[in-house]
């Protein structure tokens, strides 16, 4: 038992460390399923994807790797004819922000101060056990251009979007997402 429990940690770090950089995307379905209120989940390959859905367009939090992104769109696309408003990133991980560039085309990408500066500078990206990766410095179409310290709040959809920063998380840029009339909570 005590091997297993030393490898553990190497098949984690392996499966996640291959997920982004040898994964063939081109076998990705992004799956959309309506959560609650004008809340959906898109599913596809890394951090699941929040979408406010409504009157006044899109809300998008988080947009995974960025060979996903047309997939993205389209998955979109089937349930409203409605704009991208804002990118919501949760924290800089590229399962996270790997789409930034193209999305920020349409719509301002908002994040913690941290992210931007992570996704700007590159650096450590992840530690698990014993195995440590880099993330390489995004290019500056990529990087958040609305950054906050503490909370932002978003009001659309018929809904006050709050966004959260958490101080001790995943990352030193992580934020939580509540949609309070939806009754849904994003966590990236």
Known sequence: MKSLSMLLPVLVAGVTLSSGQDQDFSKVQIKVT?????????EGEGGNIAASIGEDGIVVVDDQYAPLAEKIQAALKTVTDKPIRFIINTHYHLDHTGANE???????????????KRLEEGGPA???GSIKFDSAPQPKPALPILTFDHDVTIHLNGEDIHVMHLHAGH???DSVIF???SNVVHMG
């Open 179 to 181: 949609f309070p009339k």
């Open 126 to 128: 992840g530690n698990l």
């Open 34 to 42: 309506k959560v609650a209120g004008n809340v959906y989940m898109l």
């Open 171 to 173: 990352t030193d840029g």
């Open 102 to 116: 193209f999305f920020q085309k349409q719509a301002p990408i908002i994040a913690h101060d941290n992210v931007r």
